[in-house]
């Protein structure tokens, strides 16, 4: 099985090396030519547009930024749509507008080919080991097809018809981002009424305050670098999407909405490329403290890969 990866940012590098690490055929693609190198020093073949990706492969992945850089993928002039899709299967892992999805999965489809969505949730790290978990929608014998690819990068989560898995992947975010910025007011409140930000974190975890995010991300405020593995951008495009899909569905969204504005602030002051626990460095700014704990934090893109 021969299988195309387009779209080698942070995220979609890792995910790619994870399926070259499985020995699979690979061509690759990306805006950015000096982005496919580490692909290629593994024995990936360069291609120049999307449609010739998808012309010398089985399976094609796709992780781009979001709605624009996808539809791009799909129904630009070298785009999916302007070559021959039959029997070709398509995964998607890109956080993106699920009616926009839907849409180009209905087309992919209408030219022969096979549309799979897979969004992912984790972090780095996660995409680094090749452990991410993955909102998979679409028809079951087609994820079967298409699970030993999805299963080099990370674990199936299946949700049901495709674009399930875009409306799993927002409403995921909007838990974790929520969270994160609420983080942010809690350890500021506890360490201003004497309880030390190390003794506050190890007595939340487990209880019913924990979470991914309160395991996870809590020691890139201790280190001072808020993680821009995940910048402060890519928060603000995952919660405008969120906002409308809840817009969409007539939801009450007062928290999202708060959140939202929150992660906003934090980009006025730090800007776009800062991590995104920046939200929580606001509050820190605000209330004169920090909340650095010395310690050996190992940073979420310092994990090492698998070895085979």
């Known amino acids: 099985m021969r299988v195309g990866f387009i779209g080698l940012g942070m995220m979609g590098r890792n995910a790619a090396l994870n399926v070259a690490r499985k020995g699979f055929e690979m061509v690759v693609y990306d805006i950015r030519p000096d982005a496919m190198l ?14 010739e990706v998808l012309g010398r492969v089985d399976v094609v992945v796709t992780m781009v930024f979001g709605p ?3 539809e791009a993928v799909l129904r630009g002039t070298d785009g999916f749509l302007s070559t021959d899709c039959t029997g070709k299967i398509w995964i998607d892992l890109t956080t993106s507008r699920p009616q926009l999805m839907r849409d180009l999965g209905a087309e992919f489809r209408a030219r022969g080919g096979v549309a799979i969505d897979a969004p992912v949730t984790g972090s780095v790290d996660s995409a680094i080991r090749g452990d991410m978990l ?17 299963e080099a990068m990370g674990e ?17 975010n909007q838990l974790w981002k929520i969270h994160a910025a609420a983080i942010g007011e809690a ?18 975890k487990g209880g019913a305050a924990d979470s991914f995010v ?5 020691p890139s405020i201790f280190a001072g670098h808020y993680d821009p593995s995940f910048p402060i951008a890519l928060c603000l495009k995952d919660l405008g999407l969120i906002e409308e899909l809840m817009t969409e569905t007539g939801t009450r969204n007062e928290l999202t909405r708060a959140t939202h504005d929150r992660f906003k602030e934090a980009a006025a002051r730090y800007g776009t490329d800062a991590g995104e626990m920046t ?11 920090e909340l650095r704990v010395a310690g050996d934090w190992i940073a979420p893109w310092e994990v090492q890969p698998p070895t085979a």
């Open 68 to 70: 624009k850089e996808i």
């Open 156 to 172: 199936i989560r299946k949700v049901g018809a495709h674009g399930n898995g875009y409306v799993a992947k927002l409403v995921n």
């Open 38 to 51: 580490p692909l290629i020093d593994k024995g990936a073949a360069p291609a120049s547009t999307p449609a």
């Open 279 to 289: 939200v929580c460095k606001v509050i820190e700014d605000d209330a004169g403290v």
């Open 187 to 204: 350890m500021v409140t506890a360490k201003l009424a004497g309880l030390d930000p190390k003794v506050w974190w190890d007595v939340m």
């Open 134 to 150: 993955m909102f998979v929608g679409g028809e079951e014998g087609e994820i079967e097809r298409a699970r030993p690819v999805i």
């Open 214 to 218: 309160l395991q996870h991300d809590v």
